[in-house]
């Protein structure tokens, strides 16, 4: 049975600011997911949030940019933000809906979306992940580790399923270009791209044995669809674990180093990405640090089991406390690199317009 699953999100409304999705946004969101199950539209489906973005995951048998799949998720932020983000003056309302009308799919609209078509196994774990405060670019790290570095995925070494290794497929958000590159063999030329978080962003990770998909992520780069800064595009991941996968255990392993990530306040600063149990999916200080939530399912038939909340576990409390070193370390630069991000992402900033200010004020000078 070839299921789909389809992770698709946006900002329309936060509460308090850029801190929390309102619990009505949730509870909409909810009934309308219901009432296409009930019609046969989806199979089952699980709403949550992450900080101030409404996540919709979804399963079905429609295949991936199905249109009726993504008109449903474009409907239902539509509705949520005329109903109850405009009425609430909750911040933000429908800032992630960049169309004015529907065009077949969301993709290029606004919200993120991270879907994956597979045959479903004996026994399929999914596991879902979703930050906020930061941009696509912030999984480059995670899946490096996860589906490239045997330090962290024992399986790589150990599982002769995995031992040929992945394919990673990178895109250029730039130039809207995109190349597969074959790891282990070419791991120097995919470091040499995907260390450029702002650019090269890991779309999909294949197993090279069979060409299976692994994982795939959102790609949307809000700021490049919008011409401005519009709020930091809050990237979702989708990723198969287990008999040919890396086990659950060491893809979450990647999420223990709290690595740097472009975002946090006004999507111009650098911090470090704290993995939080749902209850904790919301960013206030310095409106974060950026945050990440994951939720493990086991699916039958198209049906999710679960969810378990990944995070939710002392064993990353250390992570978490570390991440708040690094963000004390971080904001002591306050408007100062690497703190504060480079010249190319500050471009959709108010730093134009300072240039704009000051440039007759510019006068020549000799080199030194």
């Known amino acids: 049975m070839r299921i789909t699953t389809s992770l698709i999100k946006a900002d329309i409304g936060g509460v308090a600011g850029h801190v ?11 009934k309308k997911l219901q009432e296409a199950k009930e019609t046969g539209l989806i199979i089952d489906f699980y709403v949550y949030h992450a900080g101030d973005d409404l996540q919709l995951f979804m399963t079905h048998t429609r295949g991936e940019n199905n249109p009726e799949i993504h008109k449903l998720a474009w409907d239902i ?32 609209m606004g919200p993120g979306v991270a879907e994956m078509e597979f045959e479903e196994r004996k026994s399929e774990p999914v596991l879902v992940f979703s930050a ?14 996860v589906y490239a570095d045997p330090f962290n995925t024992a399986g790589l070494v150990i599982d002769p399923s995995m031992h040929a290794g992945f394919i990673f497929e990178v895109y250029d958000v730039y130039e809207h270009k995109g190349v597969k590159i074959s790891t282990p063999e070419e791991t120097y030329d995919l470091l ?29 780069r809000l700021n490049l669809i919008a011409g401005r800064y519009v709020g930091k595009d809050d990237p979702v991941l989708i990723v198969r674990a287990q008999h040919g996968f890396p ?9 223990a180093f709290p690595h740097l990530v472009a975002g946090w306040m006004r999507g111009s600063h650098t911090g470090p990405l704290m993995p939080v149990p749902l209850k904790d999916a919301k960013c206030t200080r310095f409106d974060g640090p950026p945050r990440v939530v994951g939720l493990g399912f086991s699916l039958h038939d198209g049906h999710l089991e679960g969810p378990v909340d990944l995070f939710d576990d002392p064993a990353f409390d250390e ?43 510019f006068v020549p000078v000799e080199a030194e």
Do not use: C
């Open 20 to 30: 929390v999705v309102h619990p009505k946004l949730e509870e909409l969101a909810r």
């Open 77 to 108: 932020f539509v509705e949520a933000t005329e109903k109850i983000s405009k009425p609430l003056k909750l911040y933000g309302a429908g800032q992630d809906l960049l169309k004015e009308a529907f065009s077949g799919n969301v993709r290029g």
């Open 132 to 145: 906020d405060k930061t941009e696509p670019g912030a999984w480059n790290f995670i899946l490096y580790k």
């Open 192 to 220: 040499a791209l995907i260390g450029t978080t702002g650019r090269y962003i890991v779309k999909r990770v294949y197993r090279k044995s069979d060409g299976e998909i692994a994982a795939v992520s959102s790609a949307t």
């Open 247 to 255: 086990a659950t255990g060491e893809v979450l392993e990647a999420f």
């Open 319 to 361: 992570t978490r406390k570390q991440a708040q070193i690094i963000a004390d370390y971080m904001r002591r630069h306050g408007p100062f690199m690497p703190h504060r991000l480079g010249p190319e992402e500050m471009e959709y900033t108010t730093l134009p317009v300072v240039l704009e200010k000051l440039k007759n004020r």
